[in-house]
């Protein structure tokens, strides 16, 4: 049963909301998720007024870890799922003349 935001500490919590405030980057080519835009940090933490900005940008890397390697392995998982679907890995063919 996962975890309700309610019941981690106040610092976390305030990381969990400031966090999804950041918008997402997205590779155009492939559409792969390249994570958070962190450059939006320090305008999200002046726009709330954030205390501890230290402590609070401790969390949302933290986060950030899982929530990458979640994605990670979901994309891992669809690709597997792919290739099995389409027949294996790659096929080879060889030419021979004689």
Known sequence: MP???SVFPGE???AF????KLSDKWD???GSYMGKNWTEV???F??????D???????MQRYDMFVMKSRFE?????????ERKSGGGKTYTHNVQG
């Open 28 to 30: 155009g080519m492939s």
């Open 46 to 51: 002046d726009l709330y007024d954030i205390d």
């Open 74 to 82: 979901e994309s891992e998982r669809k690709r597997k799922q792919k």
């Open 53 to 59: 900005e230290k402590e609070v940008f401790f969390f």
């Open 17 to 20: 909301f400031i966090y999804d």
């Open 3 to 5: 975890l309700e935001s």
């Open 12 to 14: 976390v919590q305030l």
């Open 42 to 44: 320090a305008y999200v």
